[in-house]
């Protein structure tokens, strides 16, 4: 399954439409949250397991969205952070 079309949605939610004819749709949050980049995963390690990040604006503003490959999605944020990889299978799992 790959997406037809990505977009944002009310700044708050990634809506993903896929081939299929199914869609998604990620809450921002949740997508910085779960940043799959080495950078965010050592942040997460540091902390414990009920540390609830406080985002600004603009790291929960998506500037720029890019096919990687035929197999995932890169996010850029608004605050510069551009190292999140999210592989196709991730956004269908933030989506639930
Ligand atoms: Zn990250």
Request: net charge positive; proline share 3%.
């Amino acid at each position: 399954m790959s997406p037809k079309k990505i977009q944002i949605k009310e700044k708050k939610f990634l809506i993903v439409d896929w081939d299929d004819n199914s869609n998604s749709a990620i809450k921002l949050y949740n997508l910085r949250h779960y940043c799959p980049c080495a950078i965010c995963n050592a942040e997460k390690e540091e902390r414990s397991k009920t540390y609830i990040p406080i985002y600004s604006n603009e790291q929960l503003t998506v500037s720029q969205i890019s096919m990687v490959g035929q197999y995932a999605v890169g996010i850029t944020w608004k605050d510069g952070h551009n190292t999140g990889i999210y592989e196709f299978k991730e956004l269908l799992k933030l989506s639930e």
